[in-house]
């Protein structure tokens, strides 16, 4: 054979094994298309569910007040009442219905008949007389169910408005005795004492909660539904022998699994398709920006989800297992995304968590699109972080109160894109400083504690263990290049090398982002840290077990055995008696004990370390 076949060999060799690989791809994906257009059952959950739960939303949970019964109780009886209820029912957002007594409307209120009670106080037309002098301006209350309180506040920015709009006109006219009116000031004028406000709504004028729940909903489907789907239709696979008979061809596992996920991402994908023309041509809800970018970042996002329901059913034993680890993980999920709640009102250290959360980035990012008509200029920062969840790790870090040298630090980048994204690139892991580098870690802003708290897929971090400590790959994969289970899984941990995540994989890796956050948190890895949790103070002393004496022994953290401890003028000391030694030592120096650790072991006291 000549060199030049020689050279070529391999080449050739490649090549026909990636033909045969997408040969055997392609072939997968069509038995896996055509069993799903085979079962009617599976083709309406897949495309009927997510449109209904459009319409739902869009129609059915929208937040636009429309219709509302509300009761009128009129003690005024003039031309200025009647002007006032007139204008109520002008609109579509509300249906007066008198009532003659303030008593027989809240009766109707608390029954549930009514969704608000006016009630206009006999003074009403006096306010608006040209002829009366120093009269305060009337007013006008309303009543809500107070355990209505999604309804009473939509209403109100409502009836505020309708209400505020009707008082100007008659501000600016006079009603004589017969109802008649004249222009009090020239027209478009204000009269006196009345303030002209003009209110403005940017991208969404008249307030329509349609475009609102419709862009909302998107994520939803996506977030729930595709993970749902996912997991319950790999499951049954499973369950009915199929996966195994499919590992008896020569299809690799990456294989199989492709075959299985791409016809539900591209029906997935399909019904994205569907539920906007859905939603503009029945809704009259169309994107205001570009339908390209949301259908290309959306069928990016069916990729997430559906690697998340692949998570869950490779987890799963049964589909009733799956279907519950679903409902709790997803659901959670998007009633903190933003979906149905905003996000502001939720206390700070939710806020924070809600960041973690790819649905969080895609509905801002729906929203974005559909009622702002926003681009890649101005969501790049959702999109970036969209991108993130699809294959980084991300690693929480505390912002430190204080210079503790008992704890590792991440010292990170500027953050990426807009603050509230807050993600921040990695630069490197510090193990625990001295107190001196610690304050300068306070000072500069750039370091957070290590809290030790990550989110990745399981996809991404077996990738990085993989690259970074194959030893430790070796471990975690069984015969077949399949993780162990069961017994197996224990002795795989029992055998696998003693590693910190930290050091084997996070240290190396280039795709580790960590994401700031703000709450109380320890990791209770000393006796001074345990003591603060337990509430040693200048007060008191923290006893975890046993029996104490303590006099004017404030701040220390006692943990006896079987004899009493008695402490008397002293303060900040970890006494800990472990039945065959007694360990006295300060609080503030409780993370230097690796010295005494060493010190045993150099005597060879291995049977106290």
């Not at 085979?38 to 007040?65: H, K, N, Q, W």
């Not at 905003?342 to 729906?366: D, G, K």
């Not at 807009?418 to 304050?439: C, I, N, Q």
């Amino acid at each position: 054979m000549s060199a030049a076949a020689l050279a070529t060999a391999p080449r050739a060799g490649r090549a026909a094994r990636t033909r045969a690989s997408l040969r055997r791809l392609r072939t997968l994906v069509v038995r896996e298309a055509r069993a799903t257009l085979r079962d009617p059952f599976t083709m309406i959950t897949l495309v009927a569910v997510p449109l209904v739960a459009l319409l739902a939303f869009g129609f059915v949970l929208s937040t636009e007040v429309r219709g509302l019964r509300i009761g009128v109780v009129d003690a005024s009886e003039s031309p200025a009442s009647r002007r006032l209820v007139a204008d109520l029912a002008a609109g579509s957002q509300f249906a007066p219905i008198p009532f003659a007594s303030r008593a027989a409307a809240e009766q109707a209120l608390v029954a549930g008949e009514l969704g608000a009670v006016l009630v206009l106080p006999p003074e009403l037309a006096r306010s608006f007389d040209s002829s009366a002098r120093a009269v305060a301006p009337p007013t006008v209350q309303v009543l809500y169910d107070g355990a209505e309180t999604v309804l009473a506040g939509n209403a109100e920015a409502f009836l505020r408005a309708l209400v505020g709009q009707s008082g100007a006109r008659l501000a600016s006219r006079v009603l004589d005795g017969t109802g008649e009116v004249r222009e009090r000031t020239a027209p478009g004028a204000v009269g006196p004492g009345a303030v002209a406000v003009t209110v403005h709504a940017l991208f969404n004028p008249r307030l329509e909660g349609v475009p609102f729940m419709v862009a909302g909903t998107f994520g939803f489907v996506l977030s729930f539904l595709t993970v749902l789907i996912t997991a319950v239709a790999i499951v049954n696979e499973r369950l009915s022998g199929t996966f195994d008979q499919l590992q008896l061809t020569p299809a690799t596992n990456l294989e199989i699994l492709l075959g299985k996920l791409l016809p539900l991402g591209a029906v997935f994908s399909l019904d994205v398709a569907l539920m906007v023309l859905v939603a503009g041509f029945v809704l009259g809800v169309w994107p205001a920006g570009s339908v390209l970018l949301f259908f290309a970042v959306s069928t990016f996002y069916v990729a997430t989800t559906l690697s998340l329901g692949l998570i869950f059913s490779a987890t799963s034993a049964t589909a009733a297992e799956a279907v519950q680890k679903t409902v709790l993980f997803s659901v959670p999920l998007v009633q903190l995304s933003g979906f149905a709640f905003p996000i502001r009102n939720m206390p700070t250290p939710v806020q924070w968590l809600t960041e973690v959360f790819p649905a969080t980035h895609y509905i801002r990012f729906t929203r974005g699109l559909y009622l702002r008509g926003e681009g890649v200029l101005e969501l790049w920062p959702e999109l970036l972080v969209l991108a993130a969840f699809g294959g980084v790790l991300v690693t929480l870090g505390v912002r430190p109160t204080r210079p503790d040298t008992g704890y590792g630090y991440i010292r990170i980048g500027p953050p990426v894109g807009s603050p509230h994204t807050g993600l921040h690139p990695v630069r490197r892991f510090v193990e625990k400083p001295v107190e001196a580098r610690a304050r300068r870690y306070l000072r500069s802003g750039a370091y957070l504690w290590n809290a030790g708290i990550f989110v990745w897929t399981a996809r991404a971090i077996l990738e990085e263990i993989e690259v970074h400590a194959p030893e430790l790959a070796a471990a975690l994969t069984g015969p077949g290049a399949r993780p162990p289970r069961g017994p197996a899984l224990a002795r795989a941990y029992r055998q696998a090398p003693s590693l910190s995540i930290d050091h084997a994989v996070l240290e190396k890796s280039r795709r580790v982002w960590c994401l700031p956050v703000s709450f109380s948190w320890s990791d209770v890895g000393t006796w001074r840290s345990l003591a603060e949790t337990l509430g040693a103070s200048a007060a008191r002393s923290a006893l975890v077990e046993g029996d104490l004496v303590a006099v004017d022994a404030p701040g220390n953290l006692v943990w006896g055995g079987g004899r009493l401890i008695a402490l008397l003028g002293v303060e900040g000391l970890a006494v800990v008696d472990a039945g065959d030694a007694l360990l006295v030592a300060r609080l503030e120096r409780s993370d230097e004990l690796r010295r005494i650790v060493s010190e045993l072991r150099g005597r060879g006291r291995f049977d106290l370390v």
